[in-house]
C-alpha cells in the first residue's frame, strides 16, 4: 500500500526553478497535451483496490480501437493459445487483470506524445526504452520490498521522465539548448537548472496540471532526489533505485549521471544488498530478453505513435508471464 498522502511542494514554488517561457506554456500543454479520458478511468481503477475485471470491461467497451488492440494483445503467440480470443472478457482471462490495467495505461500516454521528431542528437527512442525498463523494474522492486502497490509503481516508473518527454516533443528550442550546454562538457544537472530545463520540476507541475494521484507527482518530483521527498518516501525512493539499475544494466539515458544515496534507497525500501544482486541478476536475463522484441514491434509501425504503442503491447507480453509467477 501507498504511504498516506502529505504536503507536497508549492505549485508556484516550483515553478519558479523553471524557464518563465516554459511555465507560461505548460498549463496550456496540460489542456491541449491531456490524457485520454480512458487513462483517467483507468486510473481511477488503478488506484481502487475494489475494482474487478467487470470494470475493467466496461471502460474497454467505451473505446472500441483500445479494446480492439487489447483482443489483439490476446491473441499474441506469446500465449500460444489453441482458439482465437474474440471478446474482452476471455482477454482479462488470458492477458490478467492487473496487467491489462498498465497495458492501456500505457496505450493511453504514449498516444499524448510524438517522439518520432526530437532534436538532432538525441535518441527519443532510447527515451521510451528507458522508461519502460525503468517501469519494469519499478514493479520487481514492489513485488521484492512490499513497499508499494507494484501497479502504482510500474505507472509512476513509466511516468518518471514525463519532464523530459515534454521537453524533447513540446519545446525543442530549449532542448537544443540544452544539448549545446552537454557537448561544451557540463554536466547534464547543471546544464538544466542553468537554462531553467529541470526535467523532473516540469514533470512535476505537468503532473499537478493533470491532477495525476500524489504517489505519481511524488515519484516524478524527487526521483533523482529520494531523500528530499516530501511524501511517498518509498515510492521515490523505489523508483531512484530503478532508475539506478536501469542505467546499470545497459539502458540509460546516456546525458543523466545519477548521483543517489543508495544506502538509503535500500534501507527505505528495506532491501538487502543480497536481494539486490539477486535481482540485478534476473533482470540482466529478463530485459534483454524483452529488448528486441520492443525494438521490433515499435520500429513496424506505420502510422503515428502506431510502433510506441506495440512497444507497450511487447512489454505486457514480456511481463505478463512473470507477473503471473508472482
Known amino acids: ?23 507560461h506554456r ?57 482458439q482465437p480470443v474474440s471478446t474482452l472478457d476471455r482477454a482479462i482471462m488470458v492477458i490478467g487483470f492487473k496487467e491489462l490495467e498498465f497495458m492501456a495505461m500505457g496505450l493511453g500516454l504514449s498516444e499524448t506524445f510524438d517522439l518520432s521528431k526530437v532534436p538532432q542528437g538525441f535518441d527519443g527512442e532510447g527515451l521510451w526504452l528507458h522508461s519502460l525498463s525503468v517501469s519494469f523494474i519499478a514493479r520487481e522492486l514492489a513485488i521484492l520490498s512490499k513497499a508499494t502497490e507494484p501497479s502504482e509503481a510500474m505507472i509512476t516508473g513509466l ?19 540544452l544539448m549545446e550546454l552537454l557537448s561544451a562538457g557540463m554536466p547534464f544537472y547543471e546544464a538544466e537548472a542553468a537554462l531553467g530545463l529541470r526535467h523532473d520540476v516540469i514533470g512535476y507541475l505537468l503532473a499537478r496540471n493533470w491532477n495525476l494521484p500524489l504517489v505519481f507527482q511524488a515519484g516524478i518530483l524527487f526521483h533523482h532526489r529520494p531523500k528530499e521527498a516530501t511524501s511517498f518516501k518509498a515510492m521515490a525512493a523505489l523508483v531512484a533505485l530503478a532508475d539506478i539499475l536501469a542505467h546499470k544494466i545497459g539502458y540509460s539515458l546516456q546525458m543523466e549521471s545519477l548521483d543517489v544515496d ?60 512473470q507477473a503471473r509467477k508472482h
Do not use: C
Not at 1 to 23: F, H, K
Not at 39 to 52: G, I, P, V
Not at 285 to 300: D, G, K, N, T
Open 1 to 23: 500500500m501507498a504511504e498516506s498522502p502529505q504536503t507536497l511542494p508549492d505549485y508556484a514554488e516550483m515553478a519558479a526553478l523553471v524557464d518563465p517561457q516554459v511555465t
Open 26 to 82: 505548460l498549463p496550456d500543454i496540460g489542456r491541449l497535451v491531456s490524457l485520454p479520458q480512458t487513462t483517467y478511468t483507468l486510473l481511477t481503477l488503478l488506484m481502487d483496490e475494489r475494482s474487478q475485471a467487470e470494470d475493467l470491461v466496461k471502460v474497454l467497451s467505451q473505446d472500441p480501437a483500445l479494446a480492439a488492440k487489447v483482443i489483439s494483445l490476446s491473441n499474441s503467440s506469446f500465449y500460444s493459445l489453441q
Open 159 to 177: 511516468l518518471h521522465e514525463l519532464g523530459l518527454i515534454i521537453l524533447v516533443s513540446k519545446f525543442p528550442g530549449q532542448f537544443q539548448q
Open 262 to 321: 543508495l544506502p538509503y534507497t535500500l534501507t527505505t525500501l528495506g532491501i538487502s544488498p543480497t536481494q539486490l544482486q539477486n535481482l540485478i541478476k534476473e533482470l540482466m536475463v529478463a530485459i534483454p530478453q524483452a529488448h528486441p522484441l520492443w525494438l521490433q514491434m515499435m520500429r513496424s509501425g506505420q502510422t503515428k505513435n502506431r510502433g510506441l504503442r506495440s512497444k507497450l503491447s511487447s512489454f505486457l507480453e514480456q511481463d505478463g508471464g
